[in-house]
């Protein structure tokens, strides 16, 4: 059950993504995304701490939670592909997010959220249990900063691919992955 909180944050954040969808982050102001909901500047501030917490706040319910309810190595194609249609839906707004001065911070965020998805994804496939946790870590933050490069450069238009396309990519990758691991554990 939504609560009232989460029913103010939804309305603020549904002005601020209309916002988004016609002028860069940077030019938006809290009275905009408060008049274009019928609040005042203490319920936002109330809420969220600045517009790039609100920013975060979105991308927390409704892309990233895409990801971690599809948790699993049988279904992360899945879940990948839900967050490529997310991010086609929302193009506009997620455009106006990464090219806004504070994307850095944004791509941080992203890393960090799905940071534990991936992570689980890896541990399951590694099911023999011969990578330490360091190896897992390291192969996390591989896949993690492959992913967010090509979302980014799909955005952009960079990747003139399907999001079916590109998750038949990512899943070539790591099956290729898997299969050169297996290759060096057989015995000379």
Known sequence: METRTDITKRLLTE???RLMAQKPLEKITIREITDGCGMNRQTFYYHFEDIYDQVRWLYR????TLLDQRE???IWQDAL???????EENRKVCLCALQSPGHGHLRRFFRAEIYDIIYRTIDQVARD???????K??????YISALAGMVESWLLGELPYSPEDLVAAMERILTDHQAGAALRK???
């Open 61 to 64: 319910e409704e892309a990233l």
């Open 72 to 74: 699993g190595v049988l």
């Open 81 to 87: 592909l839900q967050l490529f249609r997310y991010l």
């Open 186 to 188: 057989r015995p000379s």
């Open 15 to 17: 002005s601020l993504k």
């Open 129 to 135: 249990g011969d990578l330490s946790e360091d190896q």
């Open 137 to 142: 870590a390291l192969i996390t933050h591989f």
